[in-house]
């Protein structure tokens, strides 16, 4: 009888920081066969880490139909995952901790299927009907993330910076936006007060099947 040999997982080890640049390389790099992140470097909560990795976990399932097997959260980032509705809808994630639902306390953030949403969201015009969007406040700031598998040809990504521009105008926030494709990120950090100023791009090595990645963390300065 022929032996199955399971390959040798990959081990990532995430950090709790939120440079958007360190995030990048690491939640968009190469996909491996088998996955263990290690989060027991990420001491507090991290929406940008969970939205990153729930991200990830949709290319891995969507190309090699590979879980991602995320293990060592702290109780600080297992309480914002019980705070956020909807997470256990995510694909391909394999979470090797209890994470009991939280009765009595309303939901922090929440996860939806773009393919089962029904309520407006800023921006979902851009992206296709599966996919995600995560968004949500911690600690005085906002997020939100999208992500679907597009084609290069159905993007409109000057349409989309244009738009961010005018939400940034509308919000008067201070933050960062970052835009990502399998072929170029683009990073701009957003002031009051100011027209969105120039774009930090990166071209990138594709690694991945077409997709579009948004991420906005801001504050709103005047409500």
Known sequence: MAKTILSKP???EPYGHSDLYALDN????????REVWDFSRVREFSALNL??????????WKKLHAELEIKN???SFKKGICLSEGWEEAPGLKIDSFLPKVFGTEATFQYSRLE??????????FFSSEGFVFNGNWKEKNYLILFSKLHSEERNLPSVIKKISHFHTE???EGNFFLRTEKQSYLNFLKPKESLGP???QEKKIDQDPFLFLSLEYSDIIK
């Open 10 to 12: 990959s081990i990532f």
């Open 26 to 33: 690491l939640y968009f790099s190469p996909l491996r066969e």
């Open 51 to 60: 939205g990153f990795i729930f991200a990830r976990a949709e290319l891995a």
């Open 73 to 75: 959260l702290n109780p």
């Open 116 to 125: 089962n949403l029904s309520e407006k969201i800023p921006f979902r015009e």
């Open 171 to 173: 919000q008067k926030s």
């Open 199 to 201: 774009l930090f791009l």
